[in-house]
């Protein structure tokens, strides 16, 4: 089992810029890729930007431009650099990875970001 922790999240003000960050522990042999999703009052999750092993990252069209994942696998780490938030951007997020080739996938517990216009 992968436990992902969350930390960075808060309240701040539209334009304003915060930074989520998530540590994996236990088994994290074999994680693939790492990322960030969301979820806002009464919608559905979504998936904001992930990043592979390797680096390749992918971003939400929504988010292009204004956020940033990168990851540190040495220490099993996953970060989203969050610039130019908006309103539309409160939601809780949740770390995200997986073990594609056992088809197994781990969430954290989440972190509330609160963008107040």
């Known amino acids: 089992q992968v436990q992902l922790v969350e930390s960075g999240g808060g309240l701040v003000q539209a334009g304003g810029s915060l930074r989520l960050s998530c540590v994996a522990s236990?088994?994290?042999?074999?994680?693939?890729?790492m990322g960030w999703y969301r979820q806002a009052l009464g919608k559905q999750r979504e998936l904001v930007a992930t990043?592979?092993?390797?680096?390749?990252?992918y971003y939400a069209d929504s988010v292009k431009g204004r956020f940033s994942i990168s990851r540190d696998n040495a220490k099993n780490s996953v970060f989203l650099q969050m610039t130019s938030l908006q309103p539309e951007d409160t939601a809780v997020y949740y770390c995200?990875?997986?073990?594609?080739?056992?088809?197994?996938?781990?969430w954290g517990q989440g972190t509330q970001v609160i963008v107040s216009s």
């Open positions: 236990g088994g994290t042999f074999n994680i693939n890729d």
């Open positions: 995200n990875a997986n073990k594609r080739q056992y088809a197994l996938t781990f």
């Open positions: 990043i592979t092993r390797g680096g390749t990252t």
